[in-house]
């Protein structure tokens, strides 16, 4: 069973920048594509990004694309998000998520075999 641990949230200011880590205790997506999705209070979990199993290919929700980067070290079983330039409107609760596939996730989570229990990033104006 695949188990996903998120880190790196936190409060920040308006134009900072935060790492998030969502590590793979289990060693089990090393195969899979991997996604970041985020939560704002009040909305619902949207897609923010994903790499595929070998960080050969990746895609972006417009409203982050050039700011945010993710990646992945299959030999820490971890994926990150680099999050540049952030915006008060990035503030939410973001979870990591394993695909069902190696390349590419549905933008609505629909194939996401399983969660992380999130990180919040509070960004202030």
């Known amino acids: 069973q695949v188990q996903l641990l998120e880190s790196g949230g936190g409060s920040v200011q308006a134009g900072e920048s935060l790492r998030l880590s969502c590590a793979d205790s289990r060693r089990t997506t090393s195969n899979n594509a991997m996604a970041w999705f985020r939560q704002a209070p009040g909305k619902e979990r949207e897609f923010v990004a994903w790499i595929s199993w070998n960080g050969g290919t990746t895609g972006y929700a417009d409203a982050v694309k050039d700011r945010f980067t993710i990646s992945r070290d299959r030999t820490k079983n971890t994926v990150y998000l680099q999050m540049n330039s952030l915006k008060p409107e990035d503030t939410a609760v973001y979870y990591c998520?394993?695909?069902?596939?190696?390349?590419?996730?549905?933008?609505?989570?629909?194939?996401?075999?399983?969660w992380g229990k999130g990180t919040l990033v509070t960004v202030s104006a």
């Open positions: 998520g394993v695909g069902l596939k190696s390349m590419g996730v549905s933008l609505s989570g629909a194939d996401i075999r399983s």
